[in-house]
């Protein structure tokens, strides 16, 4: 059973300006369409935004009534980007928070259109949970396996920077590349990070997760997201934690992306080491 908690992202710099008049595009290596899931179920269970500049709405249309209801306007939210602290330095917000979910279904593909200003930059991202996603073998852990295989907690910088093109994902950046401290295969959860800069987006794209990208928000409304894996594991009452082997480091590609141009904060990944591989 192959099991995905999937990140995905879709933007759009220098907006035309209009009420829902610009189109978000996937972001490269991102892609809006559903995939063909198993047995089990999809829904996007988080989703966060920016527009660069101004306030702005968004409205999620997926073709299916029993998803997102109509072809008219789906569903709105509203993005706050004035608040709080100004423009170009709150990055990510919330959009669906709490316990909200949109179900999907396999092979659709939505619109994500927006009402902005014009030369506005707006970044959506959301994460997807597939209970059984094919071709994907992700090593997820639980809480409580994490916690019977601790044997130490580290945390490990990397300096990732984001694109130089507002919304998209910056250069590929290896886990290690910044501080290569983890012990040699050896299997490690990651917890959550901290940062020292607001951005929109953290990802990961590893091995160990089928090739998946994980990751979650960093506005000023999530910078204290040092348990985001762990904290979701408990939300959603499932196993959503990633782990990867140290022997991968190299192959663990950091990158974000922001509303704005090659920011460039330190993160902070805070690790478990474990005893063993989860569920093996």
Same mark, same amino acid.
């Given at each position: 059973?192959?099991k =995905?908690?999937?990140?995905?992202?879709?933007?759009? =710099?220098?907006?035309?300006?209009?009420t829902?008049?610009d189109?978000?595009?996937?972001?490269?290596g991102?892609?809006?369409?559903? &995939?063909?899931? %198993?047995t089990g179920?999809a829904?996007i269970?988080e989703?966060w935004g920016i527009?660069?500049?101004?306030v =702005?709405e968004l409205e999620v249309i997926y073709?299916r009534?029993?998803?997102t209801?109509?072809q008219?306007?789906?569903?709105?939210?509203n993005i706050?980007?004035l608040?709080?602290?100004g423009?170009?330095?709150? &990055?990510a917000h919330? +959009?669906l928070?709490?316990?909200g979910?949109?179900d999907?279904?396999k092979?659709?593909?939505? &619109?994500?259109?927006?009402?902005?200003?014009?030369?506005?930059d707006? #970044?959506v991202?959301?994460?997807?949970?597939?209970?059984d996603l094919p071709?994907?073998?992700?090593v997820f852990s639980?809480p409580?396996?994490?916690s019977a295989l601790?044997k130490?907690i580290?945390?490990?910088?990397?300096n990732a920077?984001a694109?130089?093109?507002?919304g998209?994902y910056g250069?590929q950046r290896a886990f290690n590349?910044?501080?290569?401290r983890?012990h =040699?295969?050896t299997?490690?959860a990651?917890?959550?990070?901290?940062?020292?800069?607001?951005?929109?987006?953290v990802? #990961?794209?590893?091995?160990?997760w089928?090739?998946?990208?994980?990751?979650?928000?960093?506005?000023?409304?999530n +910078?204290?997201n040092s348990t985001?894996?762990w904290?979701?594991? #408990?939300k959603?009452?499932?196993?959503?934690?990633p782990?990867?082997?140290? %022997?991968n480091k190299?192959?663990?590609?950091v990158?974000?992306?922001d509303?704005e141009?090659?920011?460039?904060?330190?993160l902070?990944?805070l690790l478990?080491?474990l005893?063993?591989?989860?569920?093996a």
């Amino acid at each position: 059973m192959g099991k =995905a908690f999937v990140l995905s992202s879709a933007s759009k =710099a220098n907006t035309t300006g209009g009420t829902f008049a610009d189109s978000l595009a996937a972001n490269a290596g991102d892609s809006l369409s559903v &995939a063909n899931f %198993n047995t089990g179920g999809a829904k996007i269970v988080e989703m966060w935004g920016i527009d660069s500049d101004s306030v =702005a709405e968004l409205e999620v249309i997926y073709t299916r009534p029993e998803s997102t209801h109509d072809q008219q306007h789906g569903v709105r939210f509203n993005i706050p980007a004035l608040l709080p602290g100004g423009a170009a330095a709150v &990055a990510a917000h919330n +959009l669906l928070s709490g316990y909200g979910t949109i179900d999907l279904y396999k092979s659709d593909i939505p &619109a994500f259109t927006v009402t902005t200003t014009a030369a506005d930059d707006v #970044l959506v991202s959301w994460v997807t949970k597939y209970d059984d996603l094919p071709g994907v073998q992700g090593v997820f852990s639980t809480p409580a396996q994490v916690s019977a295989l601790q044997k130490s907690i580290v945390g490990i910088q990397c300096n990732a920077v984001a694109s130089a093109t507002q919304g998209a994902y910056g250069a590929q950046r290896a886990f290690n590349a910044d501080d290569d401290r983890l012990h =040699a295969n050896t299997w490690y959860a990651i917890l959550g990070y901290t940062l020292s800069t607001a951005i929109t987006t953290v990802s #990961l794209l590893g091995p160990d997760w089928g090739g998946q990208r994980v990751g979650g928000p960093a506005g000023v409304l999530n +910078l204290d997201n040092s348990t985001w894996f762990w904290d979701q594991s #408990l939300k959603w009452a499932d196993a959503l934690i990633p782990c990867f082997n140290s %022997n991968n480091k190299g192959n663990v590609l950091v990158q974000i992306a922001d509303g704005e141009a090659s920011t460039a904060p330190k993160l902070d990944f805070l690790l478990y080491e474990l005893n063993s591989q989860p569920g093996a």
